[in-house]
């Protein structure tokens, strides 16, 4: 970030809500993979969806450039490039 922020943490992402489990869904695609997808009882603090709270941020400037399938196509391929990870390549 070129701007002088205030420390603390800021959200990122876009304003579009997606539950948990598209998005496992959303990351299996990608990774070509398949897993039987189990439901548990939540755990205090978890939660069901994503969709990040972005005004904190944004009075900085920020501005999604990309969406949420590239975010993960993008994240996954660095993982996968900068881990030693041949089980799941």
């Not at 992402?13 to 299996?28: Q, Y």
């Not at 501005?63 to 993982?79: F, N, R």
């Amino acid at each position: 970030m070129k701007k002088k922020v205030k420390s603390g943490t800021y959200n990122i992402g876009d304003k579009n809500e997606i539950s948990i489990k598209n998005i496992l869904i959303l990351i299996m695609k990608i990774m070509n993979v398949n897993f039987k997808i189990k439901s548990k009882k939540i755990t205090k603090g978890s939660t069901l969806r994503r969709r990040p709270c972005l005004k904190k941020i944004m009075k900085y400037g920020y501005k999604p450039k990309i969406q949420l399938k590239e975010g993960l196509e993008k994240t996954i391929d660095w993982y996968l490039n900068n881990f030693n990870t041949p089980a799941i390549k």
